[in-house]
């Protein structure tokens, strides 16, 4: 029926969101318009900020989930409608009440009375006949209700004596009470503003080995309001495994006191048969029914943070600094099985890979493997040696650095997280189909060091592992999450459209799987792409999708240099107007910094085409297709540090962000464990929230404050002066003398007394230099 539909239109949704955030009326309903039409938020961000009125991508998101969000309320809210009109309880009062509800909350609060209900007390109350009865209480409530309830009294409708009959009318008022949109709202405010989280170990659980993780909380309590993500996600955790119990409560009186002032009236019998109604009401019916509300939105808000700090860690992890076209030699460390090594072109295709016995068995074995990679680094004039960071790492690079390598030859540890799993999928058996999972493992570190995203891309975001809590989270909203985030890093650096993946590729604006598969079976056919334009060529890549592309492709060394820029192909009539009037060419605006500076840029705006573009031109003119991400730097780990047991409180050493969360970070100090940097100790001063402190992959100096190697932690501080006693927990046998405390070096350098025979690095070099 058509007057049942929701009476809101897109424009008071626009006009909602404008005032929701207080972005202009104009920028939100642009931006939804380009949004309808298919466009994407890094495309809108970039090429659309006349449109938006320069926009950001966080803006344009949030105006595109807000939209989604009011799609949804008006939805429910024409199945509701529904619902009422077909059980004929659709007044014109309830429908302005249904129409007007701004919130879900508000929304359900509106139906609850309404809402078919499974079988209650009040249900069969009401079965029963006793709805008059409660309505003679309600509305008489200085009178006695004995002689009233006397008349319901009746054996065949299972009301056998007078107390039966009032029993029946309070469980129907009491119902009344629990759905009472006002009292509901008010209850639900103090639940958000007062309410209290309490969590209990379970009766018996004590002893069990699972429970020792949460010790913390076996008797907690804290606000409800300002309780921490991780603290929610922690405590529903125990819950869900049946070691912790959780309660989200507020006192009985707190909501009582309101609902009796709402619902009682007068000192009569009657008012007393409303106040025990009500009350049963709060306890039974409404409080249960609040801290369910209170359990989903909490853990909503612990998601929403807990997905953020994934999305921000992934950001950064993605952005990471690339070493670049460079022929690299990747290790994968190990010890029984040997180190698993391959060799790199400068586009980080596979020439040949093999097993080196670096870190364990014969002194003639470590001599032939590094005999054998002394022979590498010379055949392929290596430029950077990429190491994993895992088991067997420090070794693998002290037997590495003493090759003695030349200066030229870089040695970086590569952070390998979520290369098994890359080894082992899909993505890997298409790129080497005859190779194991070892080799195709090893190949991902290298590339890995050489251009981060790249390789990245080819992983589900969620197993690179940099959040916290992820697997608790809504994993919808979580991938949407990281999806977003990857195609915003993707876009934001720009995609080399001849060599890149096609996993790479579906993550450009407006592209897809099929239509990178099929971008890659063009540059196959065709020998690569010369020029933008041949995108129009390839199967099923249609106008919008080459609009929304094309900005974000490049041609290295392409014959139309602006095909090599991050310039608009829409733009490129711009550009060429502009060199016109300077009598000169593109190539020559591009190259020389005195032309670009004669460009008066007002000369060129048009309805279409604003400062903020051309601003953008201009820039990209003066170095078209550059990265955004920071130069590479050399880091090294701290010389003779490589296990826990290497550790003394009090040592200061250089370490790795690997993750951040909300109550601190992870940092890498090169002994196979993550320390832990706590929020209290990330600064001098006083820190909310670690991200606006440190960031994935940040190089930071730490002290170690504490080493617990029983349960294998390590407790850090990046304060200048640490608050902390000078003392070590269940360290090494032999106590803390047995290693000197060491600072940098820039090395790697370890035990070399360890080493089999005198300067047999050197020997093996003299051999290969020979071959």
């Known amino acids: 029926m058509s007057d049942s539909k929701p009476e809101t239109s897109s424009q008071a949704h626009l006009e909602l969101i404008a005032r929701e955030t207080g972005i202009k009326l104009s920028s939100v309903a642009a ?7 298919g466009a994407t938020i890094p495309f809108i961000s970039r090429y659309r900020k006349e449109a938006t009125g320069e926009l950001d991508e966080l803006q344009i998101q949030t105006i595109r989930d807000r939209m989604m969000q009011l799609a949804e309320l008006d939805a429910r809210r024409a199945t ?86 009032l029993a029946g009318a309070r469980d129907i008022i009491a119902e009344r009470v629990a759905d009472d949109a006002n009292l509901r709202g008010q209850v639900r405010k103090i639940y958000e503003e007062e ?88 306890k039974r019916l409404l409080m249960p029914s609040m801290e369910t509300e209170m359990r989903l939105l909490g853990k909503k808000r612990a998601d929403e943070t807990a997905i953020q ?88 690079e002290a037997f590495v650095r003493k090759l003695k390598l030349p ?91 001849n060599t890149a993946s096609k996993h790479l590729l579906a993550y450009v604006s407006g592209l897809s799987n099929s239509l990178a598969e099929n971008i890659i079976s063009f540059r196959t056919a065709n020998s690569g792409f010369t020029s933008r334009a041949q995108l129009k060529e390839v199967p099923r890549l249609g106008e ?32 060429e107007k502009m060199a016109e009037d300077l009598g000169c060419g593109v190539a020559d ?60 409180v009090g040592m200061k050493l250089p370490g790795i962000v690997t993750n951040v969360t909300a109550f601190g970070a992870f940092v890498d100090v090169g002994v196979h464990q993550d320390g832990l940097v706590h929020v209290s100790h990330l600064s001098d001063q006083f820190v909310r929230d670690a991200s606006e402190v440190v960031k994935v992959g940040q190089k930071v100096q730490v002290t170690v404050m504490e080493v617990d190697l029983k349960r294998n932690r390590i407790s850090l501080s990046m304060k200048s002066q640490p608050d902390f006693e000078p003392r070590q927990r269940n360290s090494s046998p032999g106590g803390n003398d047995r290693r000197p405390q060491r600072q940098n070096n820039g090395g790697g350098n370890r035990n070399q007394q360890q080493a089999p025979g005198n300067d047999w690095f050197s020997q093996a070099m003299g051999q290969a230099k020979k071959r």
């Open 407 to 497: 200066a030229s030859i870089q040695v970086i540890m590569v952070n390998e997280s979520g290369a098994s799993i890359y080894s082992a999928s899909e993505a890997a058996r298409e790129e080497f189909p005859n190779e194991d999972v070892t080799v195709r493992g090893a190949v991902s570190i290298g590339r890995r060091l050489m251009d981060p995203l790249a390789e990245l891309v080819k992983l589900d975001p969620k197993a690179i592992g940099v959040g916290q809590y992820q697997h608790d989270v809504d994993q919808r909203a979580l991938k949407t999450s990281l999806d977003g985030t990857v195609e915003s890093c993707v876009n934001g650096v720009g995609v080399e459209l």
């Open 309 to 396: 700090v994934f999305a921000d860690n992934l950001r950064e992890l993605m952005l990471a600094s690339p070493l670049g076209r460079k022929r690299t030699l990747a290790i994968d460390p190990g010890f029984r099985t040997g180190c698993k090594t391959v060799v790199l072109d400068a586009q980080g295709n596979l020439l040949h890979h093999t097993v080196l016995h670096c870190t364990a068995g014969s002194q003639n074995q470590a001599y032939e493997a590094a005999l054998e990679l002394a022979g590498l680094l010379k055949k392929y004039q290596i430029e950077a040696i990429a190491i994993g960071n895992g088991t067997a790492s420090r070794e693998t």
């Open 80 to 165: 509701i409608l529904k619902s009422l009109e077909e059980r004929s309880l659709l007044s014109d009062e309830l429908k302005k009440k249904v129409l007007a509800a701004l919130t879900l909350s508000a929304l359900e609060d509106v139906f609850a009375p309404y809402r078919p209900k499974r079988q209650t007390r009040a249900t069969k109350a009401v079965e029963r006949g006793l709805t008059p009865l409660a309505d003679y209480i309600f509305e008489n409530q200085g009178a006695d209700p004995t002689e009233e309830a006397a008349k319901y009294v009746d054996a065949e409708k299972d009301v056998a004596s007078v107390e039966d009959a």
């Open 195 to 282: 309410a209290t989280v309490s969590s209990k170990i379970m009766y018996g659980k004590e002893e069990e080995a699972d429970a020792a993780k949460y010790r913390d909380y076996f008797e907690w309590s804290e606000a409800f309001k300002t309780i921490p993500s991780h603290r929610m996600l922690a405590i529903r955790r125990g819950e869900k495994e049946a070691i912790l119990f959780m309660r989200i409560e507020v006192p009985l009186e707190r909501v009582t006191r309101i609902a009796v002032a709402d619902w009682v009236s007068g000192n009569g019998a009657c008012a007393e048969q409303v106040r025990l109604a009500v009350e049963d009401g709060c």
């Open 589 to 648: 605006l591009m190259r020389d910094d005195s032309l670009r500076k004669k460009i008066d840029l007002k000369k060129y705006i048009s309805e279409e085409v604003g400062l903020p573009t051309l601003q953008d031109i201009l820039s990209e003119l003066s170095k078209p297709g550059r990265d955004p991400r920071k130069a590479f730097e050399i880091f090294n780990f701290a010389e003779g540090v490589e296990k826990p047991e290497h550790l003394t």
């Open 544 to 575: 919008k999708a080459f609009e929304q592309a094309a900005g974000f492709l490049r041609i290295r060394d392409a014959a139309y240099p602006l095909d090599s820029s991050a310039v608009h192909p829409e733009r490129y009539a711009l550009v």
């Open 31 to 37: 931006t939804a318009k380009l949004l309808a039409e």
